[in-house]
């Protein structure tokens, strides 16, 4: 089993910057393996990949509409990853979620991801 806790989620005026973090746990989480990503749902839309990260090697991928203003990293000390959120927009605001997959592979698409976070909110402001 594996738990996946996000924090860091606010209100933020736009042109601001926030830094979510999504720390992992569980008995049968191996750290060395797993892949974690980013996820994100506004309202009346559907969930959109932001952002992933390989556990051990650190290697990324992201959302092509989002290179540059967000940034996702890891540290390993403290089993939490995070997504560094600058130059926010009002369209930014949605519910952001942790996920995790023991495969290790970077996937965009939601449906391979069996580990998931309850969600963070982020409202961004005009």
């Known amino acids: 089993q594996v738990q996946l806790v996000e924090s860091g989620g606010g209100l933020v005026q736009a042109g601001g910057s926030l830094r979510l973090s999504c720390a992992a746990s569980?008995?049968?989480?191996?750290?060395?393996?797993?892949?974690m990503a980013w996820f994100r749902q506004a309202p009346g839309k559907e969930r959109e990949f932001v952002a992933a990260i390989r556990w051990n090697i650190g290697y990324t991928y992201y959302a092509d509409s989002l290179k540059g203003r967000f940034a996702i990293s890891r540290d390993n000390a403290k089993n939490t990853v995070y997504l560094q959120m600058n130059s926010l927009k009002p369209e930014d605001t949605a519910v952001y979620y942790c996920a995790a997959d023991p495969r290790g592979i970077l996937f965009g698409d939601s449906r391979e991801y069996g580990y998931w976070g309850q969600g963070t909110q982020v409202t961004v402001s005009s």
């Open positions: 569980g008995r049968t989480f191996n750290f060395n393996t797993y892949a």
